[in-house]
């Protein structure tokens, strides 16, 4: 009888404790927090490039749209580069350039500013696209880099 009561005494202990085992919560394997990708979109550039300062990335935008930053000298051809305005469906909204504010004609960082009138979009969402000036032509020369925005 004895032996009896030692089982059904150690089967309510270890079902007990599998209770509280399974009723814990798992324990956190990643201690390091999830960070969200950024949206921008880089085609034969990368964020070395441009640093876009106004609008941000996400920002809720009007027409005309100021865009200040800069960007690599080599981004320029003859002190500007062009921008497009186009919504989530890459439907182009506005078109314009931003000018180089000093000697472009270098492969560090000059600062841009200019601004972009548009259409109003048929979508919430969109992109601002900076398109590196390529006066050869070469597809191999172009380069964009587009930054997403919210009308």
Request: net charge negative; no cysteine.
């Amino acid at each position: 009888m004895k032996k009896y009561a030692l089982l059904v005494l150690a089967l309510i202990v270890i079902a007990g404790a599998l209770a509280v085992m399974l009723s814990s919560p798992a324990p956190d394997n990643d201690p390091l927090p999830i960070v969200e990708e950024s949206a921008i979109q880089y085609e034969n550039a990368s964020e070395d490039d441009l640093v876009l300062q106004a609008p941000t990335e996400g920002s809720i935008v009007e027409s005309p749209v100021s865009l200040t930053g800069e960007a690599r000298g080599t981004w320029y051809f003859e002190a500007i580069a062009g921008v497009k305005i186009t919504d989530a469906n890459a439907a182009v909204l506005g078109e314009g350039i931003v000018t180089a504010q000093s000697d472009w004609m270098t492969t560090d960082f000059v600062s841009f500013d200019g601004a972009v009138s548009f259409t109003p979009p048929a979508t919430p969402t969109g992109f601002i696209v900076f398109e590196k000036e390529n006066p050869s032509g070469l597809p191999a020369n172009d380069a964009s880099i587009s930054i997403p925005i919210t009308f």
